[in-house]
């Protein structure tokens, strides 16, 4: 019923910087938040940033003033752009939506495949 599709992933040095990006498609009648999570290799998902409808956003306290989220409603896309990024920064990041679908009640939630991010030298 519901896609979300990430790109924009990749290998970077430290200190560089990438955009992700996340693409909702499917009987989506209204997104209401968006997000993005990450995990490294043997570690368990966490939370990276989220953004509401309204453009609320919350971070990680481990990416604040390096990453930045945003939301493209029209286009059901959300962003993340990484700068000043360390190796800690590697592993698969994974997009998020909580929503509503055409023709169910209540919402759901989401996950795209997710795409590798790799921050080395």
């Known amino acids: 019923q519901v896609q979300l599709v990430e790109s924009g992933g990749g290998l970077v040095q430290p200190g560089g910087s990438l955009r992700l990006s996340c693409a909702g498609s499917?009987?989506?009648?209204?997104?209401?938040?968006m997000g993005w999570y990450r995990q490294a290799p043997g570690k368990q998902r966490e939370l990276v940033a989220t953004?509401?409808?309204?453009?609320?956003?919350d971070y990680a306290d481990s990416v604040k003033g390096r990453f930045t989220i945003s939301r493209d409603n029209a286009k059901n896309t959300v962003y993340l752009q990484m700068s000043s990024l360390k190796p800690e920064d590697t592993g698969v990041y994974y997009c998020?939506?909580?929503?509503?679908?055409?023709?169910?009640?209540?919402?759901?939630?989401?996950w795209g495949q997710g795409t590798q991010v790799t921050v080395s030298s």
């Open positions: 998020n939506a909580e929503l509503t679908v055409r023709g169910t009640v209540g919402r759901s939630y989401y």
């Open positions: 499917g009987r989506i009648l209204n997104i209401l938040v």
């Open positions: 953004v509401t409808s309204d453009g609320q956003t």
